[in-house]
């Protein structure tokens, strides 16, 4: 019987922890690094974009076009958006909302299940089983969505308050409640513009706060969240959504919106 074949563009953290499952699963795995081609056969699946935020737009450029159509691509980035992969004419791809964290030398940590739907979302399961890493599956696209939506209010609030108050995610949800609380409603609002959809409010939150509280230790922001801020205030100023505790922070930080 011929081997699955999966392709992981990026091999970061996340990128070579799915590549560990997939090949655990019996997978054969094909990595693409930065500046290689990427391979055209549509029967490679999953074909995995592991690259980071600032990349994710000039990989999906690049796909060929059978893989785009091939129901194949499988997206995992924080800040995922779907007017990042359908002006590109990606069709149907397999969201992968992920909850773990990898550092260099250290153990993976979870901060609670993962969560994956879409058309390759058995080989992304079956990878993270073979891990042992909590992973459940969306019974539908919108609840999909919902759980991209909860991840991106968490990891914007938590990056942008940081800027401002620093600290760990629970001493966020102990000293910074309102801060969390009104950045993360900036986020959903801007979200919830650019899909054109309403999310239940109250749940993202209880979502949000529920990750807060599962590894409170874990530190709010990092390298990472000047960037973040730019991104989520290009955004917000893309829909004419008004945004003023993340504006207040990035003027406090010289920072102007940019993609």
């Not at 002006?87 to 260099?104: A, D, M, Q, S, Y």
């Not at 942008?160 to 969390?180: D, M, P, Q, W």
């Not at 801007?190 to 054109?196: F, K, R």
């Amino acid at each position: 019987m011929e081997r699955a074949h999966a392709v992981i563009v990026g091999m970061g953290q996340i990128g070579r922890t799915l590549g560990e499952g997939l090949l655990m699963a019996g997978y054969t795995v094909t990595p693409v690094l930065r500046g290689q081609r990427y391979p055209t056969d549509d029967a490679l699946r999953p074909f995995i974009i592991a690259t980071g935020e600032d990349d994710l737009a000039p990989a999906l450029e690049r796909l060929p076009e059978p893989i785009k159509k091939a129901s194949s691509v499988v997206l995992l980035q924080n800040e995922l958006l779907p007017s990042q992969w359908e002006p590109v004419g990606i069709l149907n791809p397999t969201l992968f909302v992920v909850w773990f964290e990898r550092k260099p030398g250290k153990l993976i940590s979870v901060l609670r299940p993962s969560v994956v739907f879409g058309p390759q979302q058995a080989a992304i399961q079956e990878a993270m089983d073979r891990l042992g890493l909590a992973c459940q599956q969306a019974d539908s696209f919108h609840e999909a969505m919902e759980q991209v939506v909860i991840k991106n209010v968490y990891i914007w609030a938590t990056n942008i308050a940081s800027l401002r108050v620093g600290g760990t995610t629970g001493e966020l949800v102990k000293n910074h409640f309102a801060l969390v609380r009104s950045l993360s409603h900036e986020a959903l609002a801007m979200q919830e513009a650019v899909m054109q959809q309403r999310f239940d409010g109250d749940r993202v939150m209880d979502e949000v706060i529920a990750a807060l509280k599962s590894d409170p230790a874990h530190q709010a922001g990092g390298r990472s969240a000047k960037r973040r801020l730019e991104r989520f205030l290009a955004h917000a100023a893309a829909e004419k959504i008004d945004v003023p505790v993340a504006q207040d922070i990035a003027k406090a930080h010289g920072l102007s919106p940019k993609l």
